[in-house]
């Protein structure tokens, strides 16, 4: 009973200091404030339609809504001021068939820029961006989730039996990791998706597959030189001479030290994970209907040129920014559990910041 | 260091085999039906075609058809007809040249903002430009070309800036024009690139000699300035100057786009090992011998980073080269390697899609290698230990 309690106070301290070392980096407390507020978007999405869109899903909807502020133009042989009148052959173009001089023409506007009404606008097919962008954040997680997880659990496994076992097994998993490696995940994506999943790959999927490249290739080369210098160390030795067994060794006494660095391939991994994600999403190779990858093509489509003369800048920006700053977010995190993982180059980087000071006058 | 290198060379072959063998076999499994089902036929030209092309045959038997000939450098040829060794030579020209002036001009970059940052305590000059280095590292690379695209069609007149699909052999910039028929723009770009490594090759050796015949360092700036004049100097002789300048013009959107979207890593790695050495004993010892700053920065301090930046690259290549494939794939810009995949992918050409990609591998493993000799060569442990340094 004494024991227990004191190795749990032990475990609660451990988490204490690691804590607070995650909190001594300021990019990283930022990173996890964005994934949180991400996260929010979830529920904020959900409270939305519970209240305020409530009954308008034919407005907000992200897939099928449909608004467009109705812009009123005379119709003219010569247009002097653009934002009231328009051609009569651009109206005709248009969609006001038999627009004559002196008509009114009712003009939808698609892509609309931002209002009340609409936080970041409509796409060009009148869908509120807005919802567009909350409702992007599902996939995007189950994506980016799935990667880690994936992730994490090979490239663990992996490195830790290389590590134990050595000999043969070590250069088969190191062969099949350098071979994962040329494989660029993205593009087996796509193979994959337009195969297996007839040109739809669902988000889960898509997550387990980049998992299990990123898991063979990059998270296990880094785990297993980790796991090697692990191997080095007394400890092991003492478990080896108590009469461990390999496999003992490689789960009780090995892995749970290559957890930390474990996280930080799991938040790497979904930066690339949900990058990939959008571009396979980007060729339409995505199952589900709203994602920012969609939505970056929406904005730079030529239907968007077409209707707006220009790409619907909104569109573009809400997709590009979304997706920009939910990976950057999780790459902060991920240098937050680097410095918990490597407490060697952490204690550095904390020195560095603590003597800065004494540093100075060393230097003049 | 023979013995290392034929080490490599034989892992590089083996898993080279194995990746291979498994894209053969995902891409012939994997996409459905095949190329024949795209066209309306009756049942017997179908199967009159599936067995010109050999796809009737059990796949094991494709394999070792496909491997046999792969190992001379056949790759055989694509569906619609045209060998896929050319095709893929010509994709490639683009995307080589590409890689290779985004990487000269991204790595110094990459390094030499990563230094400053290290050493630089003020925190409105670190924090920005780490926060954009990470933004930028975690961007969506079509993005980021679009954005490069458009502030380089601003930047310049549309007279003076064509994509290559533009590009009019009558009309092109500098120099005489150059009948088409003597040389594409693959075959340019491919002269291009052999005369800029050449440049690169001599700068090179140049600065080892001035350094063992006068013991005098050359500064980076100078070398970097003899290897851009160079290969300006090196095009215009080779007698196709007016097209190698538009050719370089029209690619500055992929090359912009790559640089942006690789500088921030190299910048991130090359931070954080220098912060790293900061309290490492030998910085000490060079401080108390009362080196001036700069050259503990320079000297001691950014050259033991170099090796976690060279290391981190070797895991990074791969993600570059997508980054590049994709961007490429937008903009079409010259059909690189982007462009004839997807191109492959939707037409369901396997052996296009196949060798395409085997072609990338081989340049990825080919990279991989020229990295892994510069850290063996600069850690005399890797040497030994034969050993990958984390």
Same mark, same amino acid.
Do not use: C
């Given at each position: 009973?004494?024991?227990?309690?004191?190795?749990?106070?032990?475990?609660?301290?451990?988490?204490?200091?690691?804590?607070?070392?995650?909190?001594?980096?300021?990019?990283?407390?930022?990173?996890?404030?964005?994934?949180?507020?991400?996260?929010?978007?979830?529920?904020?999405?959900?409270?939305?339609?519970?209240?305020?869109?409530?009954?308008?899903?034919?407005?907000?909807?992200?897939?099928?809504?449909?608004?467009?502020?109705?812009?009123?133009?005379?119709?003219?042989?010569?247009?002097?001021?653009?934002?009231?009148?328009?051609?009569?052959?651009?109206?005709?173009?248009?969609?006001?068939?038999?627009?004559?001089?002196?008509?009114?023409?009712?003009?939808?506007?698609?892509?609309?820029?931002?209002?009340?009404?609409?936080?970041?606008?409509?796409?060009?097919?009148?869908?509120?961006?807005?919802?567009?962008?909350?409702?992007?954040?599902?996939?995007?997680?189950?994506?980016?989730?799935?990667?880690?997880?994936?992730?994490?659990?090979?490239?663990?496994?992996?490195?830790?039996?290389?590590?134990?076992?050595?000999?043969?097994?070590?250069?088969?998993?190191?062969?099949?990791?350098?071979?994962?490696?040329?494989?660029?995940?993205?593009?087996?994506?796509?193979?994959?998706?337009?195969?297996?999943?007839?040109?739809?790959?669902?988000?889960?999927?898509?997550?387990?597959?980049?998992?299990?490249?990123?898991?063979?290739?990059?998270?296990?080369?880094?785990?297993?030189?980790?796991?090697?210098?692990?191997?080095?160390?007394?400890?092991?030795?003492?478990?080896?001479?108590?009469?461990?067994?390999?496999?003992?060794?490689?789960?009780?006494?090995?892995?749970?030290?290559?957890?930390?660095?474990?996280?930080?391939?799991?938040?790497?991994?979904?930066?690339?994970?949900?990058?990939?994600?959008?571009?396979?999403?980007?060729?339409?190779?995505?199952?589900?209907?709203?994602?920012?990858?969609?939505?970056?093509?929406?904005?730079?489509?030529?239907?968007?040129?077409?209707?707006?003369?220009?790409?619907?800048?909104?569109?573009?920006?809400?997709?590009?920014?979304?997706?920009?700053?939910?990976?950057?977010?999780?790459?902060?995190?991920?240098?937050?559990?680097?410095?918990?993982?490597?407490?060697?180059?952490?204690?550095?980087?904390?020195?560095?910041?603590?003597?800065?000071?004494?540093?100075?006058?060393?230097?003049? | 260091?023979?013995?290392?290198?034929?080490?490599?060379?034989?892992?590089?072959?083996?898993?080279?085999?194995?990746?291979?063998?498994?894209?053969?076999?995902?891409?012939?499994?994997?996409?459905?039906?095949?190329?024949?089902?795209?066209?309306?036929?009756?049942?017997?030209?179908?199967?009159?075609?599936?067995?010109?092309?050999?796809?009737?045959?059990?796949?094991?038997?494709?394999?070792?058809?496909?491997?046999?000939?792969?190992?001379?450098?056949?790759?055989?040829?694509?569906?619609?007809?045209?060998?896929?060794?050319?095709?893929?030579?010509?994709?490639?020209?683009?995307?080589?040249?590409?890689?290779?002036?985004?990487?000269?001009?991204?790595?110094?970059?990459?390094?030499?903002?990563?230094?400053?940052?290290?050493?630089?305590?003020?925190?409105?000059?670190?924090?920005?430009? *780490?926060?954009?280095?990470?933004?930028?590292?975690?961007?969506?690379?079509?993005?980021?070309?679009?954005?490069?695209?458009?502030?380089?069609?601003?930047?310049?007149?549309?007279?003076?800036?064509?994509?290559?699909?533009?590009?009019?052999?009558?009309?092109?910039?500098?120099?005489?024009?150059?009948?088409?028929?003597?040389?594409?723009?693959?075959?340019?770009?491919?002269?291009?690139?052999?005369?800029?490594?050449?440049?690169?090759?001599?700068?090179?050796?140049?600065?080892?000699?001035?350094?063992?015949?006068?013991?005098?360092?050359?500064?980076?700036?100078?070398?970097?300035? $003899?290897?851009?004049?160079?290969?300006?100097?090196?095009?215009?002789?080779?007698?196709?100057?007016?097209?190698?300048?538009?050719?370089?013009?029209?690619?500055?959107?992929?090359?912009?786009?790559?640089?942006?979207?690789?500088?921030?890593?190299?910048?991130?790695?090359?931070?954080?090992? $220098?912060?790293?050495?900061? *309290?490492?004993?030998?910085?000490?010892?060079?401080?108390?011998?009362?080196?001036?700053?700069?050259?503990?920065?320079?000297?001691?301090?950014?050259?033991?980073?170099?090796?976690?930046?060279?290391?981190?690259?070797?895991?990074?290549?791969?993600?570059?080269?997508?980054?590049?494939?994709?961007?490429?794939?937008?903009?079409?810009?010259?059909?690189?390697?982007?462009?004839?995949?997807?191109?492959?992918?939707?037409?369901?050409?396997?052996?296009?899609?196949?060798?395409?990609?085997?072609?990338?591998?081989?340049? *990825?493993?080919?990279?991989?290698?020229?990295?892994?000799?510069?850290?063996?060569?600069?850690?005399?442990?890797?040497?030994?230990?034969?050993?990958?340094?984390?």
């Amino acid at each position: 009973m004494i024991a227990r309690s004191a190795r749990s106070q032990m475990r609660r301290r451990q988490w204490a200091s690691d804590a607070a070392t995650f909190m001594s980096n300021r990019l990283a407390v930022i990173g996890l404030i964005v994934v949180v507020l991400f996260a929010g978007s979830l529920v904020v999405r959900q409270a939305l339609w519970a209240t305020v869109w409530e009954g308008q899903a034919r407005i907000y909807d992200p897939a099928t809504g449909y608004d467009a502020p109705i812009l009123s133009l005379v119709v003219v042989e010569e247009v002097t001021d653009p934002d009231t009148e328009i051609l009569r052959g651009h109206a005709r173009l248009d969609g006001f068939l038999d627009a004559e001089v002196g008509d009114v023409f009712e003009k939808p506007i698609q892509p609309a820029p931002p209002s009340s009404k609409h936080w970041f606008g409509t796409d060009p097919f009148g869908r509120d961006v807005f919802s567009m962008v909350l409702a992007g954040a599902t996939p995007a997680f189950v994506v980016g989730i799935t990667a880690a997880v994936t992730t994490a659990v090979l490239g663990s496994l992996i490195a830790a039996v290389s590590a134990v076992f050595r000999g043969w097994v070590d250069a088969v998993l190191s062969k099949l990791s350098d071979t994962a490696l040329l494989l660029p995940a993205p593009l087996a994506m796509i193979i994959v998706g337009a195969g297996a999943f007839g040109g739809d790959i669902t988000p889960f999927w898509f997550g387990f597959l980049y998992g299990v490249i990123a898991g063979l290739g990059t998270a296990a080369i880094v785990l297993r030189s980790h796991a090697l210098s692990i191997m080095g160390r007394p400890f092991i030795d003492a478990a080896r001479v108590a009469g461990a067994s390999r496999t003992r060794l490689a789960f009780r006494h090995l892995l749970p030290h290559l957890l930390p660095l474990a996280g930080v391939s799991m938040f790497t991994a979904v930066v690339g994970a949900v990058v990939a994600h959008g571009f396979a999403a980007w060729l339409s190779f995505a199952d589900d209907l709203v994602n920012w990858g969609a939505m970056m093509f929406m904005g730079l489509t030529p239907i968007a040129r077409f209707s707006g003369g220009d790409i619907a800048w909104n569109v573009l920006l809400a997709g590009a920014l979304a997706i920009s700053l939910f990976s950057a977010s999780f790459y902060l995190v991920s240098l937050g559990v680097r410095d918990i993982a490597l407490p060697h180059s952490q204690s550095r980087a904390l020195r560095r910041h603590r003597h800065h000071g004494l540093d100075l006058r060393a230097r003049s | 260091m023979i013995s290392f290198l034929g080490r490599r060379l034989l892992g590089g072959l083996i898993t080279l085999t194995i990746f291979i063998t498994a894209l053969f076999f995902l891409v012939n499994v994997l996409i459905p039906g095949d190329w024949t089902s795209q066209f309306i036929l009756t049942a017997e030209e179908r199967a009159a075609r599936q067995e010109s092309l050999g796809i009737d045959r059990p796949l094991i038997e494709q394999f070792w058809t496909w491997m046999s000939s792969a190992a001379v450098l056949d790759l055989g040829k694509s569906f619609g007809g045209s060998p896929v060794f050319d095709r893929v030579r010509d994709a490639m020209a683009t995307t080589v040249f590409v890689f290779v002036a985004a990487t000269v001009i991204s790595f110094p970059l990459g390094y030499w903002l990563g230094r400053a940052s290290a050493w630089n305590e003020r925190r409105w000059f670190t924090m920005p430009t *780490t926060a954009i280095a990470v933004l930028m590292f975690t961007a969506f690379p079509p993005v980021i070309a679009f954005l490069v695209e458009r502030g380089i069609r601003n930047l310049l007149s549309p007279e003076t800036y064509r994509t290559t699909t533009q590009l009019d052999p009558e009309r092109w910039g500098f120099g005489p024009p150059f009948p088409e028929d003597v040389a594409t723009i693959p075959q340019i770009l491919w002269r291009m690139v052999a005369i800029s490594l050449f440049v690169f090759a001599v700068a090179l050796v140049v600065r080892w000699a001035i350094r063992a015949v006068f013991g005098r360092r050359v500064p980076p700036g100078v070398i970097a300035a $003899m290897m851009v004049f160079g290969s300006l100097v090196g095009w215009r002789l080779s007698g196709f100057s007016g097209q190698a300048f538009d050719i370089a013009l029209a690619m500055s959107i992929l090359i912009g786009g790559l640089v942006v979207l690789s500088y921030g890593e190299i910048l991130l790695v090359t931070d954080a090992a $220098m912060i790293d050495t900061r *309290t490492e004993d030998f910085i000490l010892t060079a401080r108390a011998k009362g080196l001036p700053e700069r050259a503990v920065r320079d000297r001691h301090s950014a050259r033991a980073a170099l090796l976690p930046v060279l290391s981190r690259l070797v895991v990074s290549l791969p993600y570059f080269l997508t980054g590049l494939v994709i961007l490429e794939y937008m903009f079409g810009v010259g059909s690189g390697m982007g462009s004839l995949i997807f191109e492959a992918i939707n037409d369901q050409d396997t052996p296009l899609i196949v060798g395409a990609m085997a072609v990338v591998g081989v340049m *990825t493993l080919g990279l991989r290698l020229v990295l892994e000799v510069a850290i063996a060569a600069l850690d005399p442990r890797v040497r030994l230990i034969g050993d990958r340094v984390p």
